[in-house]
């Protein structure tokens, strides 16, 4: 298995053996629990479930409390299941580390929930140039302009670009150079962004897609 959950922690910038800045993102990868193992003779699959963020086990529900209980595992804030090879290498209880998953000088794959940015209009959510903004052009600078197609369809038609709620929705950014794993730490430095805010949880994978 070559995933594990984290925290994004922000954003800083490291120098490499030439001096140059490189903008990376830190995130706090793990540990993880294995709470569930799930093989191809009982679930159809082979998977493995993780836990990340230890939690007091008033907050979370009954259900779950007793989900972790027949695991011998404290209760967790987050629950992910990731699909492997072989099942069989992965107890239950075991302590996964971002040691165990990634090294330094490889790839990763970032999976998370972008930051919200409510209802916006095109100029902002697609990126469009604006109207013109000349003597008799009145208030419109930022309307989007016609969206019909007259009278043949009479319709508007399904996937035209206009304003609406933007952000807020999962996203995977691929192939991030993995800049330093410290293990005793149980931090992630990546070159780039990822998506979500401070605090955000992410998927962290091996990249799928290497450029090498």
């Known amino acids: 298995m070559k995933a594990i959950l984290g925290e994004k922690l922000g954003m800083t910038q490291v120098f490499d053996d030439e001096a140059r800045a490189m ?19 009982t679930d159809g699959y082979a998977a493995v479930q993780l836990a990340f963020r230890e939690v007091p086990e008033h907050k979370v529900t009954k259900p779950l409390a007793g989900h972790f209980a027949k ?6 804030r987050h629950l992910v299941e990731v699909r492997v090879d072989d099942a069989t290498k992965f107890t239950v209880g075991q302590e996964i580390s971002v040691a165990d998953v990634l090294s330094k000088g490889g790839h990763a794959d970032v999976a998370g929930v972008t930051k919200g940015k409510g209802f916006t209009g095109v100029m902002r959510r697609h990126n469009f140039s604006g109207q013109g903004a000349s003597h008799g052009a009145h208030r419109i600078h930022r309307a989007p302009g016609a969206i ?5 369809p009479s319709r508007v038609f399904k996937g035209m670009k206009m304003a609406g709620r933007m952000g807020g929705e999962r996203q995977t950014v691929m ?5 330093d794993v410290d293990a005793e730490r149980h931090l992630l430095l990546l070159k780039g ?5 401070k605090g955000a949880v992410v998927l962290v994978r091996e990249a799928v897609k290497s450029s090498g």
């Open 23 to 41: 903008p990376v993102t830190v995130i706090k990868a793990g540990p993880c629990r294995v709470v569930q193992i799930k093989t191809p003779e």
């Open 71 to 76: 695991a011998g595992v404290p209760t967790h």
């Open 148 to 152: 019909g197609a007259c009278a043949t």
């Open 175 to 179: 192939n991030l150079e993995i800049i």
């Open 193 to 197: 962004a990822v998506p979500g805010s």
